[in-house]
């Protein structure tokens, strides 16, 4: 049960960093807990314990602080590098009412001048710890725990002394809490809003139909009409269909991840009707950003093609989880040209590879319906795509591909899957390579067809960079 004076407590801190420093194993901390703590107390302090790194490095503060989380709250929030990103998107909202202000005092309340931001569904409050200091936040729960949680991790974050805490929350329905948001006498006047609609349907289980909101995606929009502007968190693979023009809508993610789909109304859509794919570093900085008008044509299906689209296989491999990967774009097929290239995943998810790819070479094609590999004669610019040359291919047969491999002195081999459903550690272990040098073998298909294709990687080139690369043509099937 969780127990935020427990853990808050100077007792159990300090005893916590007393256990960090004489790196205590679980069962020393277990038996020092027994000494002190009921079974129960001393349950709910491992389990805290266990999070305390996670936190630490997922928010980037120091390694004596404490925030105060469970499991599912610290999963569900906003890391870092995401987060002190999307505190840019926020200037303009603080340039409005700096605005406002010089030609009304209507704006003005009981918080004075600052623009005021409703944090919905504010759980352990990641969408608020990086917020510019000229706003002011208030988190809206129906959980008093995750309440509490705000209040605690507001103060850390700003380094006030949690006990004399100002940090305002209000318990309630955010649907209700919306809707007398802007009444500017009272308490619950907001002009900003950022909602994260919870997306579990039970405790540590990833909720599959990415539809299945609370509240529903409907009802955000409908709460968006109560506010000058502001944004709402949504799986990636949300359809946009779904989502209404005069709003933005921005992919954000790493050179390895997309993590978050963000649509932003009102006075925070600075690019209406814009899709937008920002990849960000460890600490929030951008590195790269593309945008481009919304294509219908890249967001109407039917449901079949939703479903073909959205499908990816899980492939249980040593110690981890390959999954392959497909994406629908408005490139043309065509067969294997000199090299061939993984888009980001930002653009992967936000469909706009196949735009950026043609903006660099016209050339640029898929060898297959559905998956996103995309084939050139030179190699698109990075980080927008991770380049490889191609060797050679060969259909997918144990025989074939051994040969394949032996051909071209291949010890060392990166596989990698889309179309394809295999164990990538074992079948490495099937095709036994042998050889001083290393490579990628690709699984993948060729207009529908099974195809292995052997490659290797293209040091990282910028779009401004000479993009030509030599070498005969790969051997194709």
Known sequence: MFNADLLTSAKVQDFIKLATKKKLDALQVSTQLAKEFSNEERAAIMDYMALVPKFREKFGIENTAFLLCDKLALEQSTAQDIGR??????????????????????NSNRRGSAPVVHDLCCGMGGDSFFLPKELTAIGVDLDENRLAMYRYNSCVMRGVPPESSNAHTILGDVREVAAHSNATSDAQHADYFTIDPARRAIEGENQ????????????????????????????????????????????????????????????????????????????????????????????????????????????????????????????????????????????LRSHLFGVVALAHDETTHLISPGIAYVTSEKPLPSPAFANYEILESSE??????????????????????????????????????????????????????????????????????????????????
């Open 396 to 477: 997918i047969s144990t025989g074939t591909v051994r040969a394949m491999l032996k051909s071209h002195d291949i010890g060392k081999l990166t596989l990698k899957l889309r179309g394809v459903k295999v164990d990538p550690d074992q079948e490495i272990k099937r095709l036994k390579p042998k050889g001083k040098n290393s490579a990628t073998l690709f699984y993948t298909r060729l207009d529908g067809e099974k195809i292995a294709i052997l490659a290797n990687p293209v040091k990282e080139m910028s779009a401004s960079a000479g993009m030509t690369s030599g070498g005969a043509a790969p051997k194709n099937l």
């Open 85 to 106: 990103w999307k505190a840019t998107l926020w200037e303009c909202a603080r340039q409005a009412n700096d605005s406002a202000d010089e030609n009304t005092s209507e």
């Open 208 to 347: 599959r139909d990415l539809r299945n909101l609370t509240p529903t995606f409907e009802e955000v929009i409908e709460i968006s009409k109560h506010y000058k502007g502001g944004m709402a968190k949504i799986p990636p693979g949300y359809p946009i269909c779904e989502i209404p023009q005069g709003t933005e809508i921005l992919y954000i993610g790493s050179r390895t991840d997309c993590r978050e789909c963000l649509v932003l109304f009102g006075e925070l859509a600075q690019n209406p009707d814009h899709v937008r794919a920002v990849m960000v570093d460890k600490i929030g900085n951008e590195i790269a950003s593309w945008t481009f008008a919304r294509d219908e044509k890249r967001e109407v299906r039917n449901e079949s093609e939703q479903s073909q689209y959205d499908h990816n296989y899980e492939l249980e491999g040593r110690d981890r989880v390959y999954r392959t990967s497909s994406s629908e774009s408005d490139l043309p097929l065509g067969g294997i040209s000199k090299f061939i290239a993984e888009p980001a995943p930002v653009l």
